[in-house]
């Protein structure tokens, strides 16, 4: 039998590839084929180009309160659906339905809400120089390009494409070949909500697709999230015509518990930043450094509730709150880590299997897994993996904790638990990590704004900063 078929979705509308390439979806919850997604060609890309340029006319001189209130019905819309979407976003991903329903749907309205509301404040200023004056204008930058993830397809889609849209630009989005169909609701949604058709296209397809965006000429900017080994790709690229870029990359993020910390409140931070969403999440604090005074009890709580609590089965069961990996090969890279971390001496203290739940069988499920008296020298605990897999490390004091959680190329998180405020906020200004939590781990408001320091990324998403990253200024200078 045949499977459904999802295409591209160009100027309001869905758009036959003339290629006839298809990449097959799977669903990571059962192991079998969902869908197929028609590659964008040539055909597709050049039609994807000109109708964002034909909207850009259009959409850059609409009113910003204009562009607010459809963006808001966009939101709005996006709420009256959560519960589909989310279904879709379980199918795709292989994260459990309850997460999906309470995070990703949600934080993408979030953000939207929140950059419509800024769109009309963005203004310009004008000096009087003596009789001639200068004003300027915040202009929007054209076509952007946005580039997904596979791990929150509908969140990013909306963390991309909201200050983009309210800024004034057209934007055109490709989303994960694995998980293409949160952007294609929200292109649907987009345009129910009134947002004019060629504003935001999706293109679908793998890295060649995004290759082509991130060279093309009428792009003027890339924002993109994924590994630092294809953001690299992607920087480099872009430089050839000069883009602007926004690097949304991987991370290594230390967790530092302090001896006066409370240690449920620790052991709950460790658990949500690494077997939350499986695993699959950027801001993961994989390394968790904890005072060797308090190792023991910290030990206890965190396996106990481990074993206790986490619930793997069907993604779709609302109880289930641990999911399956992307994909047989991604799955198959977790358990090398895993296979790793034994040969060089980790101790393992739960999990290191795959795992075959009696209602997700074919699934691609490995368990949660902590490994204990991890050293800084360890593959697991220098390489990001990406999956359920935590590593506990020991440390003595203060200053050694600080330079061991920054020995790494990466700086995305960090995390410090204690009691003591005047510690807490001396040690997280020495970290160097772009989001860093204090007594707790995870919370991304649209508010607060997102991104990495070193090779964890460029540029930030969400917060009031974000929007002039899609505007350029216009000087005027008026000679009277
Ligand atoms: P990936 O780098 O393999 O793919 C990301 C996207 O890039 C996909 O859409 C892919 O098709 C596309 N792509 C591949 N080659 C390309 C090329 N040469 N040019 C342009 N585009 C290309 O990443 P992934 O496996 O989908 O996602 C996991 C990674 O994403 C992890 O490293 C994770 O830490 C990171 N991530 C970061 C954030 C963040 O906000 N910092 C959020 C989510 C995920």
């Known amino acids: 039998m045949s499977l459904p078929r999802l295409q591209n979705f160009i100027d309001g509308q869905f758009m036959a590839n003339k290629s006839g390439e298809t990449i097959t979806v799977l669903n990571p919850g059962t192991g079998e084929a969902i869908y197929d997604i028609e590659v964008a060609d040539e055909t597709v890309q050049e039609a994807a180009i000109e109708s964002a340029k034909a909207a850009f006319k259009k959409w850059s001189a609409t009113p910003a309160v204009e562009r607010a209130r459809v963006l808001h019905r966009a939101a709005a819309l996006l709420r009256e659906h959560n519960?589909?979407?989310?279904?879709?976003?379980?199918?795709?991903?292989?994260?459990?339905?309850?997460?999906?329903?309470?995070?990703?749907?949600?934080?993408?309205?979030?953000?939207?809400?929140?950059?419509?509301?800024?769109?009309?404040?963005?203004?310009?200023?004008?000096?009087?120089?003596?009789?001639?004056?200068?004003?300027?204008?915040?202009?929007?930058?054209?076509?952007?390009?946005?580039?997904?993830?596979w791990n929150y397809p509908i969140q990013i889609a909306c963390w991309k494409s909201a200050p983009a849209l309210a800024?004034?630009?057209?934007?055109?989005?490709?989303?994960?070949?694995?998980?293409?169909?949160?952007?294609?609701?929200?292109?649907?949604?987009?345009?129910?909500?009134?947002?004019?058709?060629?504003?935001?296209?999706?293109?679908?397809?793998?890295?060649?697709v995004g290759q082509w965006l991130t060279q093309h000429e009428d792009i003027e900017k890339v924002s993109f999230t994924g590994e630092v080994a294809t953001g690299r790709k992607v920087v480099e690229s872009a430089a050839s015509t000069l883009k602007d870029v926004t690097m949304e990359l991987g991370g290594k993020s230390p967790l530092l518990v302090f001896e006066d910390a409370d240690i449920s409140q620790a052991v709950s931070a460790a658990m949500l930043g690494n077997f939350f969403t499986q695993g699959e999440v950027c801001t993961n604090c994989t390394r968790v450094f904890?005072?060797?005074s308090i190792m023991d009890a910290f030990m206890e709580e965190l396996v106990s509730r481990t074993t206790n609590n986490i619930r793997a089965g069907d993604p779709m069961d609302p109880e289930v709150n641990f999911g399956a990996m992307i994909s047989k090969p991604h799955l198959d890279?977790?358990?090398?880590?895993?296979?790793?971390?034994?040969?060089?001496?980790?101790?393992?203290?739960t999990g290191g299997n795959t795992m075959s739940p009696d209602d997700a069988k074919g699934g691609f499920f490995v368990e949660p897994t902590i490994?204990?008296?991890?050293?800084?020298?360890?593959?697991?605990?220098?390489?990001?993996?990406?999956?359920?897999?935590?590593?506990?490390?020991?440390?003595?004091?203060?200053?050694e904790a600080i330079r061991r959680a920054n020995n790494t190329p990466l700086g995305l998180a960090a995390g410090v638990m204690t009691q003591n405020v005047t510690r807490a906020h001396r040690v997280i200004h020495q970290l160097q990590a772009g989001i860093c939590w204090v007594n707790s781990w995870g919370a991304s408001p649209a508010e607060m704004p997102v991104g990495g320091y070193k090779m964890s990324g460029i540029g930030r998403e969400n917060g009031i900063e974000t929007l002039n990253q899609y505007t350029q200024t216009k000087s005027v200078y008026m000679g009277m």
């Open 83 to 149: 519960d589909e979407l989310a279904r879709h976003e379980v199918l795709d991903t292989g994260k459990p339905l309850q997460e999906a329903r309470e995070v990703d749907v949600v934080t993408g309205a979030d953000v939207i809400e929140f950059f419509a509301s800024l769109a009309p404040t963005q203004v310009g200023q004008q000096q009087d120089l003596g009789g001639d004056f200068y004003y300027t204008r915040k202009e929007p930058l054209g076509i952007c390009a946005g580039i997904g993830a």
């Open 167 to 208: 800024a004034g630009n057209t934007m055109i989005f490709k989303p994960s070949e694995e998980t293409p169909r949160g952007a294609i609701e929200l292109a649907k949604i987009y345009i129910e909500a009134g947002v004019p058709a060629g504003v935001f296209n999706v293109v679908i397809g793998d890295g060649k």
């Open 290 to 292: 904890v005072h060797e």
């Open 333 to 349: 890279l977790v358990m090398d880590y895993i296979e790793k971390g034994k040969n060089e001496g980790a101790r393992l203290v």
């Open 371 to 399: 490994f204990a008296d991890c050293t800084d020298d360890m593959t697991i605990v220098k390489e990001e993996i990406f999956g359920p897999v935590m590593s506990v490390l020991s440390f003595r004091d203060e200053e």
